[in-house]
């Protein structure tokens, strides 16, 4: 686990996938890539939350319709608790 000496409250244990697919809604972030969890997630009962897409592969992420396949939120979270 990694440890966050300047913010102690992020020093959590990580949650298996089945812990995870608990939750109703679930963060998918893209990095330098797409992101990786958005296809695990799809094949869950979680909705994904995410901000628009900018990457794509086989799973033709640019065909995604925001607020039909995933709830869609502003790049800058600002308004992820609506």
Do not use: C
Not at 1 to 26: H, T
Not at 45 to 70: C, K
């Amino acid at each position: 686990m990694v440890k966050y000496k300047n913010a102690p409250q992020l020093n959590k244990d990580w949650l298996s996938f089945g812990e995870q697919f608990s939750y109703r809604y679930m963060l998918s972030i893209e990095g330098n890539d797409v992101a990786t969890n958005l296809k695990r997630i799809m094949a869950s009962n979680s909705v994904a939350v995410s901000p628009p897409m900018q990457y794509e592969t086989w799973f033709r992420e640019g065909m995604l319709i925001p607020d039909v396949h995933f709830i869609s939120v502003r790049s800058d979270f600002a308004d992820l608790d609506e």
